[in-house]
């Protein structure tokens, strides 16, 4: 005991400390909790809010919180023993104080994080605001390199001078459009409307060939075959290079040649549009088409389909992960697995797929395993709140029942992305299952938001690696068996990734 004790404070304590050993050791015991809770604090203070990422920064950091609370509580401790009551009180009240100034700042921290995040919308509705917080919020956290400087320069005039919020908002789309980013976009009342989908066209052997349209949509000669001319006296293939670039955004040359031709016969809600076509006959027509609400009723389609092609083989489409769109689609994963577990091979259709819930995609991909498997990375450029100040995330696929052992194929195309194409990599690099199809499209990684006045913005933070390291976005996973499809496919009514399949199980699929 240091000499700001008396003598007979000090007989006192050595006393207490002889008569009362099992006091003393569970005395002994409560500081050394003391101690490690102010470790763990300051620990958490230097790797958490603060970010320090240096561990022996992080470490001594914790250390020196851990000796302050354990030499102040020890303190407090002898003078409780000691007969010094009052100030055994101030310090324990002192203390109590400290702790809660130390959480208090860590919580004003936190807040402090979470609105640069952009958890809470900025305090002004103008535009430099936004466009602010959007850059900053972009700077911090955006997953991919890009030229942030280059970007301010160029947009921060338009800013400056855009009204908020109708004209600032169409200008912030086209800002991040920049980006080539299907994960990054910006969402608002004061943008226009979605355009509607008449039907899809894609690049098919050359020519722009109408893919599918849409149920109601009962438009002489133009079905599936059908070879799209002109649009608005406007050539195709001009019409789909002059698209604006927030239409067409993607990672891989592939992706963005789908987008640009999937816009073909999408038109604005009160918008017609002439076109000029050939038929599968050879017909060549002219006529003005236009969008009715009532196409939407005749197109509802469910969540999940199951075909049984043969005694061996059977196929299930899953046309997404969305919750929302398919909220009853575990079980009938579930019921569809537990009824023909016992088949040879089982066909995955994800060609609709485009994503969705990452927690649902796992637990359908862990009725394909036996064991834990990793199958990936995701890294994050910066550490925030919610993401538990951690630089990476772990991506573990768990076994689960109902348990398919039989062979795997999967039905891949270009629109396959975000949380499809993780589930394709854990089955693919596990080799639990064969893709069939075309690459996909090479955009995977998580996404956050940032709320902006009357808005928000969508944007990609985590970069997700394959098991071997391999990055998905921008390149996409290749199948093992790669599919094309024909003009005469579509006129014919043929799928071609039956016929593949067909050659490659040797079985008569029906």
């Keep these: ?94 203390l109590r104080l400290g ?131 002109e649009r608005d006296g406007q050539e195709i293939s001009d019409f789909v290079q002059e698209l604006p670039h927030h239409e067409v955004r993607a990672f891989t040359p592939h992706l963005e040649e789908y987008n640009r031709y999937s816009r073909v016969l999408t038109l604005e809600p009160e918008e017609e549009i002439e076109l000029i076509y050939e038929t599968p006959a050879g017909e060549i027509i002219e006529t003005t088409v236009g969008w009715d609400e009532e196409y939407y009723a005749q197109n509802e389609e469910p969540e999940l389909l199951v075909e049984e092609l043969s005694d061996a083989a059977v196929l299930i489409e899953v046309k997404t992960f969305f919750t929302q769109l398919a909220p009853d689609l575990l079980n009938r994963f579930e019921e569809a697995l537990n009824e023909y577990r016992d088949r040879e091979y089982l066909i995955l259709d994800l060609r609709e797929n485009r994503g969705g819930s990452h927690y649902l995609a796992e637990l359908l991909a862990g009725c394909f395993f036996e064991e834990e498997f990793h199958y990936g990375h995701e890294y994050y450029p910066s550490r925030l709140p919610h993401k538990a100040w951690r630089t990476s995330f772990s991506y573990d696929i768990q076994p689960r029942e109902p348990h398919f052992a039989g062979e795997v194929f999967i039905l891949t195309d270009t629109i396959n992305i975000g949380t499809a194409e993780l589930f394709l990599a854990a089955l693919k690099d596990s080799g639990r299952a064969q893709l069939l199809g075309l690459t996909t499209g090479g955009t995977a ?47 014919e009514g043929v799928d071609p990734y039956r016929e593949a399949l067909q050659e490659i199980l040797d079985l008569d699929l029906d």
């Design 1 to 94: 005991m240091s000499e700001m004790f008396t003598k007979k404070e000090k007989k006192r304590f050595n006393r207490w400390f002889a008569d009362k050993r099992r006091e003393a050791i569970k005395t002994g015991f409560i500081l050394g909790l003391h101690f490690f809770l102010g470790f763990l604090l300051g620990w958490f203070l230097f790797f958490g809010p603060l970010e320090v990422d240096n561990a022996i920064i992080q470490f001594l950091g914790g250390l020196l919180l851990g000796i302050i609370n354990l030499s102040l509580a020890a303190r407090q401790k002898i003078f409780s023993i000691i007969g010094r009551k009052k100030e055994a009180a101030q310090l324990a009240t002192r």
């Design 445 to 491: 990684g998580e996404a956050l938001s940032a709320r902006l006045s009357d808005g928000q913005i969508n944007y990609s933070f985590g970069d997700f690696h394959r098991r071997e390291g391999t990055p998905i976005s921008g390149k996409g996973l290749e199948p093992h068996y790669e599919v094309e499809w024909q003009r005469d496919h579509l006129i």
């Design 99 to 229: 702790r809660r100034g130390i959480i208090g700042a860590l919580l004003l921290i936190i807040i402090v994080q979470l609105y640069l995040l952009g958890i809470f919308a900025p305090l002004r509705q103008a535009s430099e605001t936004n466009f602010n917080r959007m850059l900053r919020v972009l700077e911090s956290n955006y997953a991919y390199e890009v030229d942030w400087d280059q970007l301010e320069e160029q947009y921060r005039p338009r800013f400056a001078e855009a009204s908020f919020p109708d004209e600032f908002y169409p200008l912030a789309r086209e800002f991040v459009a920049e980006l080539n980013d299907p994960g990054t976009a910006i969402f608002s009342e004061h943008l226009p409307p979605e355009k509607r989908w008449l039907g899809l066209v894609r690049k098919i052997e050359g020519e722009p060939i109408v893919f599918w349209v849409r149920p109601g949509a009962d438009y002489e000669g133009l079905e599936p075959g059908t070879r799209i001319i």
